[in-house]
């Protein structure tokens, strides 16, 4: 007969805390990551991105250090293929895991390398000391 055996830690006790913030953490895994996927900081500046998800998006340069905005996702509006109205950007999920400080589901269309794809995008808000310090998304074709 197969055995189980499970333990609860103490929640009481005190784990070692290293200097390396949430944020840093999170975004060495995702630079290592075969998965599409990305980390961006409280300003939706971008900390880290997969080489996959660059490979996809057909980025020439490191989306590293720039907005998440400013040429490294092309969110295109779903009804007409143009630009995504303003008033939608807000509701991507990477940036309302930021601003609700929750989880984020939803459908984002993305002009990629090989032309425009629909990605069903999964992120979750970085917590620091209490504080959205950022968000970490995955992003799978659909």
Do not use: N, Y
Not at 63 to 69: G, K, N, S
Not at 111 to 118: D, I, K, L, T, V
Not at 121 to 126: K, S, T
């Amino acid at each position: 007969m197969p055995h189980v055996e499970l333990s609860i830690s103490d929640p009481h006790q005190v784990r070692a805390v290293t200097a390396e913030s949430s944020l840093d953490r999170w975004g060495d895994t995702v630079s290592e990551a075969a998965e599409p996927s990305l980390v961006i900081d409280e300003q939706a500046v971008v900390v880290a991105v997969s080489a996959s998800f660059e490979d996809l998006l057909g980025l020439t340069e490191s989306a590293v250090d720039r907005p998440v905005l400013d040429g490294v996702l092309q969110l295109l509006d779903f009804a007409d293929g143009g630009a995504l109205d303003p008033a939608e950007v807000a509701k991507m999920p990477p940036l309302l895991a930021l601003s609700s400080g929750r989880l984020a589901r939803g459908l984002v269309r993305l002009q990629c390398a090989a032309g425009p794809r629909m990605f069903d995008a999964i992120a979750a808000p970085l917590i620091q000391d209490g504080q959205v310090v950022g968000s970490i998304t995955f992003f799978s074709a659909v």
